[in-house]
């Protein structure tokens, strides 16, 4: 059912619509609106009108790649469509890129052939026994599938819920969401007291949160399993960049190493931050202006990320990322050379001028295209595959090409993040002191203030994600030697 052929027929992705920003209506103003017409599902005679036309923050109202489906006999599916043309108007939660549209128009359709194959009626919620209602025969379906997952049971029921509770608000039918599924209302508690209603559903399977173990020598960062490369490694990575890398390839590294930014942080960064930023480097210089730029106690500049600016991070999130004015004066060497002026030409030629100067992101690929595409970017809607970084992976490969077989081969562009907390741990451990008899001096920390430091510097929210790494970082090198003694013997008993 999950991988049904008769998919591939059924479900199409329409590359554009057009007119998105009219409301219609059953009353004429003739002398502005002559024309009318009829819409499907209206009663005989029925005739409407478009009543008035919206001012968008963005000219374009159209919609982009937007999921169709189809009946069995060929004909559109018109429930089916009209709830996915309004999540992608409404940038509905779970329904906001194309990729997630395009999923959970595929779970849908894949509910659709469960009704048909069963010959259920999908509208048909008259039956006194749950049992008997098609969403109750999915569930149990989902359940006893042993190809699906907890996890994606859930997903596949909350899409057609969404679907229902859609159609409940539509003029012409009647559904009961009530007796499409039970739900009950909660309340969400948070550790800063703020709460939030929640709906529970009854057509969901308990998914058990026992995250699996964190191996030796790493540490979980939301979600990712990181590992500090050890200070021999950092440095043979350092001297790779330098020998073997281009320019930006370098700076795209250095920006992660030393800054603890993401790559969707780094890759979405414009021509405007840079500029922001080395208006300090240029006062400090001698320049008379006054610096737009803020500097941090230690010296770094310090450039805020977040939606409004264009900068990408994870969850959406506002940061503060801290440059070394060392790095930022070598950014913006690069931004002024010949080479980086020439992958903006190619950018221009490619798009036009849909991207200010200003707003020019600051690393391009060889042939003109971004690394990752920031959700500010005017081609964001119109673009069916975004760059997402897949330039990191290209980036790792190469690396593998010319350090020594001591460094790990499980690196990833993110172990950079956990390097750069461990440079951290490394510079500001000397300063703590434990005795609290003893008044600080100028520059000493009292303990549990170097975990605030990281933490801001890493932007974690919980401040337990933080300790995990101060944990890992106590003993840090026996720890990597006791698992790459482990990996050792492990390998010799396979016979490798």
């Avoid at 994606?152 to 559904?175: E, H, M, Q, S, W």
């Avoid at 991070?313 to 060497?333: A, C, D, M, N």
Wanted: charged share 30%.
């Amino acid at each position: 059912m999950i991988r049904d052929i008769r998919k591939k027929e059924r479900l199409i992705t329409l590359r554009q619509l057009d007119y998105n920003a009219g409301e219609l209506t059953t009353i004429s103003n003739l002398d502005s609106h002559p024309i009318c017409f009829p819409l499907e599902k209206s009663e005989d005679g029925e005739e409407y009108f478009i009543a008035r036309e919206y001012s968008l923050t963005i000219p374009d109202d159209s919609v982009y790649h937007i999921p169709f489906m189809f009946n069995a006999d060929g004909s559109p599916w018109y429930e089916g469509n009209l709830f996915f043309y309004r999540q992608s108007i409404d940038k509905a939660t779970g329904y906001e890129t194309t990729e997630e549209l395009r999923a959970r128009a595929s779970m849908l359709l894949d509910y659709k052939l469960f009704c048909e194959d069963s010959s259920l009626d999908f509208l048909d919620f008259s039956s006194s026994r749950p049992g008997k209602r098609p969403t109750y025969n999915f569930f149990s379906h989902l359940k006893h599938n042993e190809k699906v997952s907890d996890k994606n049971v859930n997903k596949r029921t909350l899409v057609c819920y969404d679907f229902y509770k859609f159609l409940a608000k539509l003029p012409g039918f009647t559904i009961d969401i009530n007796r499409v599924e039970k739900t009950t209302k909660a309340w969400l508690l948070f550790e800063n007291g703020a709460s939030k209603e929640v709906e529970l559903r009854s057509q969901t399977v308990r998914v058990s949160h026992i995250a699996k173990e964190v191996p030796l020598g790493y540490v979980r960062d939301e979600g990712e399993d990181l590992r500090p490369l050890t200070n021999d490694q950092r440095d043979e990575l350092i001297e790779v960049l330098n020998s073997k890398f281009t320019v930006d390839e370098r700076l795209i590294h250095l920006s992660a190493l030393n800054t603890g930014a993401r790559k969707q942080s780094i890759l979405t960064m414009r021509r405007k931050h840079i500029r922001h930023l080395t208006s300090f480097v240029l006062a400090d210089d001698g320049i008379s202006q006054k610096p737009e730029a803020e500097i941090a106690r230690d010296g770094t500049l310090m450039l805020k990320a977040n939606r409004h600016n264009g900068i990408d991070t994870k969850f959406g999130k506002s940061q503060t990322l801290y440059f070394p004015k060392k790095l930022i004066e070598q950014i913006k060497l690069y931004d002024d050379s010949n080479e980086a002026e020439k992958r903006r030409k190619l950018f221009r030629d490619l798009h036009g001028d849909i991207l200010s100067d200003d707003d020019m992101y600051l690393f391009l690929s060889t042939r003109g295209n971004c690394h990752y595409m920031a959700k500010d970017d005017p081609r964001f809607r119109k673009v069916k595959s975004r760059p997402k970084g897949e330039h990191t992976d290209y980036l790792k490969n190469k690396l593998f090409k010319y350090v020594s077989d001591e460094f790990p081969r499980d690196f990833t562009f993110h172990w950079q993040r956990a390097t750069f907390a461990f440079m951290l741990y490394q510079l500001l451990a000397p300063l703590v002191n434990y005795d609290s008899k003893v008044e600080l001096k100028p520059g000493q920390m009292r303990p549990g203030d170097e975990i605030r430091f990281i933490q801001q510097r890493l932007h974690h929210a919980n401040r337990e994600t933080t300790e995990h790494y101060l944990k890992l970082f106590t003993n840090f090198d026996q720890i990597v030697a006791a698992q790459e003694a482990y990996e050792d013997r492990l390998f010799e008993g396979m016979g490798f």
